[in-house]
């Protein structure tokens, strides 16, 4: 299973940036696959997913209206909109992916449940 994550960069306060995920490797038809970040001296910390099953999507609430999580199936890849960027969203972003999902959202911010997990992008926002 690979997962690889792009689309990081250096933007300044107000821009917005698209990350994208590509995944490949698996055959499995029930899965979720979420977005994290870590900041320097932080814990990783969830930021949305979305399901394989019904195109469920989860956003935190400390991202809900800035960030959007979105998927095309036929490129099997996954995106994370992020729009009104701030320097408190610099951090090294990774995508991964559950395999075993308890659907409804569970377990979606939890680092815990996610069994594979890409490379990282790094955002830096600052002026």
């Known amino acids: 299973v690979q997962l690889q994550a792009s689309g990081g960069g250096l933007v300044q306060p107000g821009e917005s940036l698209r990350l994208s995920c590509a995944v490949s490797?698996?055959?499995?038809?029930?899965?979720?696959i979420g977005w994290f970040r870590q900041a320097p001296g932080k814990e990783r910390e969830g930021l949305s997913c979305i399901e394989s099953s019904y195109g469920g999507t989860y956003v935190a609430d400390f991202v809900k209206g800035r960030f959007t999580i979105s998927s095309d199936i036929a490129k099997n890849t996954v995106y994370l909109q992020m729009n009104k960027l701030e320097p408190e969203d610099t951090a090294v972003y990774y995508c991964?992916?559950?395999?075993?999902?308890w659907g409804s959202g569970y377990g979606c911010f939890s680092t815990g449940p996610y069994d594979y997990w890409g490379q990282g992008t790094l955002v830096t926002v600052s002026s």
């Open positions: 490797g698996f055959t499995w038809d029930y899965y979720n």
């Open positions: 991964a992916i559950d395999r075993n999902p």
